[in-house]
């Protein structure tokens, strides 16, 4: 049989070490075989496809070598660094992550990690659901990638950029596309990269929108926003693609221009109705922004088009549990799992639905099935959640225990500290509570849950100059806590007197 049918054959099947193993022997016996370095290019770029329209995570350093400004005094809703507080929930409801951002339904790039303020928050803050270690940043990730690729070559890597003449392979675009593809993608290289998509968009005599999707992402994975912006605007002049309209919105993603993405995906909508893609990315906007209503909106948009889409369905279960209806949220979660969607997430979500649904006996079986299913990164989440559990049944030993085992699986628990200084505090043992109240502060300065609950316990040792101090933190990071307030003029009534 021909070796370059066998190649082809295990390139559809993506079995792309066997396809580049019998493509390598082909080029061999002729290096000019041109099918074969085209088919053996593919295959390196297929291995470790990225796909550049999702919003990358932001890493330590992006979030400290962040050279855009924005408003000190921006308008609410109109900025994803500071978001609107004010979203039809409490936020004592609703879990909150660093940047002040309501946790979503579904782990995605950008919904989990914070913007820490300093370096030390930077390398301890910033953690997703599905790693427990800090998130580094996208440029490393790519050059790991590139670094990784060069190493499974013995003689060196497969091209020799230098060597190249991109005029050359810019005149041919059967060729000069999956090169760019192998450049860009699989060796990290995007300086040449830039070059041969330059390169090649003269040649087309700047009427090819393709190329200049490409020379877009050269940019944007160089900062050059702003150039990526005119890139992108002039490929949508030549031809409407979906994945343009993503990329740009990508693009003022970066720029904190939430407003303007939303009209780009609007405009997208109005050449692709009911496009889910872009329905999905308006109501992630909104979801970033805390508007979780015109987020619901856009979810059910998007249901109403694909009614098998996982993030839709999660981010709704999400929003009917915190909004007190647990009953519904349940439906929802088991709609995942009809669907196969088997993991700890779902059975920790479903066992807090049947719990506050008052199903005691699902709520059980649900949680031992999320431990059996659980690894190391979350299960001192569900650890803690069945924490929660056991001191709504009034059982303070079990709750112990488990906020013991939360922070053995997660000693940077800061939610688990915070609550086992209130247990501490039930036992009258102050030194204790607040010791676990001060460990919960500093792992989490964002959360008011320790700041109030120091503030009583120092008030109640007379300690009226700390325990003001830690309510008026309380209040920055929650102003809308009635409690708080109370207890602030009560302070303020004391100091006066003194």
Known sequence: MDPMFIAMSY????????????????????????????????????????????????????????????????????????????????????????????LSGFVRPGTQGGRPGTMEQAIKAPRTASTARPVTSASGRFVRLGTASMLSQPDGPFINLSKINFSKYAQRPNLSKALFEYIFLHENDVRNALQLAAEATAAADFKDWWWKVQLAKCYYRLGLYRDAEKQLKSALRDEDIVD?????????????????????????????????????????????????????????????????????????????????QPEVAL??????????????????????????????????????????????????????????VAIDIGDTKLAYQCLRLTLAADNDHAEAYNNLGVLELRKTSLDGARSYFQQSMKLAPGMYEPHYNLAHISDKVGDIQTSYNSIKKSLENFPDHAEGKTLLKDLQAKLAAI
């Open 11 to 102: 390139f559809r099947r993506r079995k792309f070490d066997g396809c580049i193993e019998i493509c390598t022997k082909i080029l061999l016996k002729n290096p000019y075989d041109q099918g074969a370095w085209l088919l053996k290019t593919r295959a390196y770029t297929e291995q470790v496809y990225v796909d550049e329209v999702e919003v990358d995570e932001e890493g330590i350093a992006e979030m400290l070598m962040d050279d855009t400004s924005i408003a000190q005094v921006a308008r609410p809703g109109t900025s994803l660094k500071k978001p609107a507080t004010s979203s039809g929930q409490a936020q004592a409801m609703r879990p909150m992550s660093n940047a002040g951002r309501p």
């Open 244 to 324: 343009t309209y993503l990329y740009l919105c990508k693009v003022y993603v970066k720029l904190d221009q939430p407003l303007t993405a939303i009209e780009v995906y609007t405009k997208g909508l109005e050449k692709f109705p009911k496009e889910t893609t872009l329905l999905t990315g308006i109501a992630r906007i909104y979801e970033m922004l805390n508007d979780m209503t015109n987020a619901v909106k856009y979810y059910k948009q998007v249901l109403e088009s694909d009614n098998t889409h996982v993030e839709a369905i999660s981010c709704i279960a999400t929003n009917h549990f915190y909004s007190d």
């Open 331 to 388: 439906k929802f979660f088991r709609r995942l799992l009809q669907m196969g969607v088997y993991n700890a997430e779902i059975y920790n979500n479903l066992g807090l639905c049947c719990f506050y649904a008052q199903q005691y006996d699902m709520s059980l079986n649900c949680f031992t099935r999320a431990l059996s299913l659980a690894s190391d990164d979350n299960m001192a989440d569900i650890w803690y959640n069945i924490s929660h």
